[in-house]
C-alpha cells in the first residue's frame, strides 16, 4: 500500500509541476494607481468614481497649500525665528505617520513636521533643533487645524470613576518664553558657590538622553542627572567657566553637591522643561459621587495628530 500512496503522489506533484506557473505579482498598488491615473476621465459621467476621486484629491493637493501662520512658545529665544507656518495634513501625511509609528514614534512625528511646517527665513532648518514645548505646540496645531471642532474625551477622578468631557482647544492655555529672558537660563548653587546654565532640551537633547539611559533599569535619579548634564551649557565658579570634557563629568559634579544645592537645581530643571507651552486644566463634575474639581491633563494625550 505504501508504494501505491508513494506512487500517486509523485503522479500528482508530477502534474502540479507540468501546469503554468503564475508567479505572484509584486507591488500591485502601483499599477492599480496608474491605470485609475490613465482611465479617461472624460469620457465618464461626473459621478463615475474616477472622477469622484480626481475630485478629491485636487481637493486635497490645494488644500495642501493653504499655510497658516504660528508663534512659537520660544518666541525666538532659542536660536531660530518665533514665526512658522504650518500647513493641515493630507491623507498621504497620515499614512505615512501610521506606518512609521510601528518603528519609530520619534522619527515619525519629526517626519510630519518636516512636511507640515516650515521657516520662511531657514528654508534648511534642522528641526531636531527644537525644544520639546515647541514640538509639542505644533503637534497640537496640526491637530486642531485637520481635525477641527470638539473631542470627546474621558478623565478618571480621585474616586477612580470615569467622566465623559468635552474638550476644546479654546481651553488650553499657552505660556511663552518671555522676551525678556536670559538664555541659556541659569541657577545659582549657593553651597558650591555655582552658577549653572542650562538650555531647554531640544529633539536631538531627547534622542540623546534616551541613548544613554538606554541601560538604566528605573535609576530615576540618574536619569535625571544625565538630563542635566546634556542640557548644561556652562557651569561658572566665581565668574570663572569650569572646563569638562564630556557630559560624565558633568554627572561626577552633580553627584558631589550638597542635597540642598541638588535639590535647588533639579527643582530648576523640573520646572523649567516644563514651563512653557500648552498647558490644560480641565473642571470636572462626576454625577456618581456628587464631587468636582480641576484637574491637570497633559495636552497631547488629547490632541492626537493621528486619525
Same mark, same amino acid.
Given at each position: 500500500?505504501?508504494?501505491?500512496?508513494?506512487?500517486?503522489?509523485?503522479? &500528482?506533484?508530477? +502534474?502540479?509541476?507540468?501546469?503554468?506557473?503564475?508567479?505572484?505579482?509584486?507591488?500591485?498598488?502601483?499599477?492599480?494607481?496608474?491605470?485609475?491615473?490613465?482611465?479617461?476621465?472624460?469620457?465618464? $459621467?461626473?459621478?463615475?468614481?474616477?472622477?469622484? /476621486?480626481? @475630485?478629491? +484629491?485636487?481637493?486635497?493637493?490645494? =488644500?495642501?497649500?493653504?499655510?497658516?501662520?504660528?508663534?512659537?512658545?520660544?518666541? !525666538?529665544?532659542?536660536?531660530?525665528?518665533?514665526? #512658522?507656518?504650518? =500647513?493641515?495634513?493630507?491623507?498621504?501625511?497620515? =499614512?505615512?505617520?501610521?506606518?512609521?509609528?510601528? *518603528?519609530?514614534?520619534?522619527?515619525?512625528?519629526?517626519?510630519?513636521?518636516?512636511?507640515?511646517?516650515?521657516?520662511?527665513?531657514?528654508?534648511?532648518?534642522?528641526?531636531?533643533?527644537?525644544?520639546?514645548?515647541?514640538?509639542?505646540? /505644533?503637534?497640537?496645531?496640526?491637530?486642531?487645524?485637520?481635525?477641527?471642532?470638539?473631542?470627546?474625551? &474621558?478623565? %478618571?477622578?480621585?474616586?477612580?470613576?470615569?467622566?465623559?468631557?468635552?474638550?476644546?482647544?479654546?481651553?488650553? *492655555?499657552?505660556?511663552?518664553?518671555?522676551?525678556?529672558?536670559?538664555?541659556?537660563?541659569?541657577?545659582?548653587?549657593?553651597?558650591?558657590?555655582? *552658577?549653572?546654565?542650562?538650555?531647554?532640551? @531640544?529633539?536631538? %537633547?531627547? +534622542?540623546?538622553?534616551?541613548?544613554?539611559?538606554?541601560?538604566? *533599569?528605573?535609576?530615576?535619579?540618574?536619569?535625571?542627572?544625565?538630563?542635566?548634564?546634556?542640557?548644561?551649557?556652562?557651569?561658572?565658579?566665581? !565668574?570663572?567657566?569650569?572646563?569638562?570634557?564630556?557630559?560624565?563629568?558633568?554627572? =561626577?559634579?552633580?553627584?558631589?553637591? &550638597? $542635597?540642598?544645592?541638588?535639590?535647588? #537645581?533639579?527643582?530648576?530643571?523640573?520646572?523649567?522643561?516644563?514651563?512653557?507651552?500648552?498647558?490644560?486644566?480641565?473642571?470636572?463634575?462626576?454625577?456618581?459621587? !456628587?464631587? !468636582?474639581?480641576?484637574?491637570?491633563?497633559?495636552?497631547?494625550?488629547?490632541?492626537?495628530?493621528?486619525?
Amino acid at each position: 500500500m505504501q508504494e501505491n500512496s508513494k506512487t500517486l503522489q509523485q503522479i &500528482t506533484k508530477e +502534474k502540479a509541476l507540468s501546469l503554468p506557473q503564475i508567479q505572484p505579482q509584486m507591488n500591485q498598488t502601483p499599477k492599480i494607481q496608474n491605470q485609475l491615473e490613465d482611465m479617461p476621465s472624460n469620457t465618464l $459621467p461626473e459621478n463615475h468614481i474616477v472622477n469622484v /476621486i480626481k @475630485t478629491l +484629491k485636487a481637493k486635497q493637493d490645494d =488644500r495642501a497649500y493653504i499655510w497658516f501662520d504660528f508663534d512659537l512658545p520660544s518666541n !525666538g529665544k532659542c536660536g531660530y525665528d518665533k514665526n #512658522i507656518k504650518m =500647513r493641515e495634513m493630507t491623507t498621504a501625511d497620515e =499614512r505615512v505617520l501610521i506606518k512609521e509609528m510601528f *518603528s519609530s514614534k520619534e522619527n515619525s512625528l519629526l517626519n510630519v513636521i518636516q512636511k507640515c511646517v516650515k521657516f520662511e527665513g531657514q528654508p534648511n532648518f534642522d528641526f531636531e533643533n527644537l525644544t520639546t514645548f515647541d514640538q509639542d505646540f /505644533i503637534l497640537i496645531e496640526l491637530s486642531a487645524i485637520t481635525f477641527p471642532g470638539e473631542k470627546d474625551i &474621558t478623565i %478618571t477622578d480621585d474616586a477612580n470613576h470615569k467622566i465623559s468631557l468635552k474638550l476644546n482647544k479654546s481651553e488650553l *492655555s499657552l505660556s511663552l518664553v518671555p522676551f525678556d529672558l536670559e538664555y541659556p537660563v541659569k541657577v545659582n548653587l549657593p553651597m558650591a558657590n555655582l *552658577s549653572w546654565y542650562l538650555n531647554f532640551t @531640544t529633539l536631538k %537633547t531627547l +534622542k540623546e538622553i534616551d541613548k544613554a539611559t538606554k541601560s538604566l *533599569s528605573g535609576d530615576v535619579l540618574m536619569r535625571l542627572f544625565i538630563s542635566i548634564a546634556l542640557t548644561t551649557n556652562k557651569i561658572e565658579k566665581n !565668574g570663572q567657566a569650569i572646563k569638562y570634557d564630556n557630559f560624565y563629568e558633568v554627572i =561626577r559634579l552633580l553627584e558631589s553637591l &550638597t $542635597p540642598t544645592d541638588l535639590k535647588i #537645581i533639579i527643582d530648576f530643571y523640573n520646572e523649567k522643561s516644563n514651563a512653557y507651552g500648552y498647558k490644560l486644566n480641565k473642571d470636572y463634575y462626576c454625577t456618581e459621587c !456628587g464631587k !468636582g474639581g480641576q484637574m491637570e491633563l497633559e495636552p497631547l494625550n488629547f490632541f492626537r495628530v493621528t486619525i
